[in-house]
């Protein structure tokens, strides 16, 4: 039997969804809300160099307006722990950007949950045949999207390198991410490259960190205001 996700019915709407993902300071938020970036990305694993403590993490939200939505990001952590950096902070939404199987997905619920996925030619196309049984055994109707990441991101994200674009739209043609929840673009997203990425694979949303960033770890709203732009009208041009 083939799963309908409550997302389905919201993968082809008339404009990509943004993440701004790798935020650490309250500012950076404030900016991606007044761009109009639909989500940011708080990062709590320890190892990376964005990583932010539950401390600064409630000074970012309190930036937030009603209406955006904070994500928060671990990597091959264990689920007490992140259940427990959740409930502190009130997040409903969680990333999960290591190698973590679906059991550990399933082990998350209530939390809405995005699994990051590398684009390697040798690996993704199984990856996600794997996920796709398991979404059905395992019933795990609240994983809602998988981010798209670069091979080369080694599991940490926010390096720059450009993902394989040609590779996902030759999966894309070939049905592969069909009955399988929408697909979240990241890997080297720029301003000034996201609008022939969103032409070119027409994904759910876009996920950015340092193609907006002025230096490391500190956004530029310049920036961030025009990845939002050129996302958004990507579709009408």
């Known amino acids: 039997m083939t799963r309908t996700f409550a997302s389905d019915k919201i993968t082809h709407m008339p404009r990509t969804r943004i993440k701004i993902c790798g935020i650490t300071r309250s500012q950076d938020a404030r900016a991606a809300a007044l761009a109009g970036a639909d989500s940011i990305g708080l990062n709590f694993y320890p190892k990376a160099r964005r990583c ?24 091959n952590q264990s689920v007490n722990e992140i259940k427990s950096i959740a409930i502190q902070l009130a997040l409903s939404c969680l990333q999960l950007h290591g190698q973590e199987p679906p059991q550990i997905a399933a082990e998350l619920r209530p939390f809405k949950i995005l699994k990051a996925l590398h684009a390697d030619r040798g690996k993704l196309e199984i990856e996600l045949q794997t996920w796709r049984k398991q979404i059905e055994s395992l019933n795990l109707q609240h994983v809602q999207g998988f981010i798209l990441e670069t091979p080369a991101a080694a599991g940490m994200g926010g390096t720059g390198v450009e993902n394989d674009w040609a590779y996902l739209a030759e999966l894309k043609r070939a049905g592969a991410f069909e009955n399988l929840p929408p697909m979240i673009i990241a890997g080297g997203l720029t301003p000034e490259n996201v609008a022939a990425v969103v032409k070119m694979l027409d994904p759910y949303a876009v996920d950015v960190s340092s193609g907006v960033e002025e230096q490391f770890g500190e956004k530029s709203p310049a920036k961030i205001q025009a990845f939002v732009t050129a996302a958004t009208r990507a579709r009408s041009l």
């Not at 932010?52 to 990597?75: M, S, Y």
Request: aromatic residues 8%; neutral net charge.
């Open 52 to 75: 932010i403590t539950i401390d600064r993490a409630r000074e970012i939200l309190r930036e937030l307006p009603p209406f955006v939505t904070p994500v928060g990001l671990f990597v």
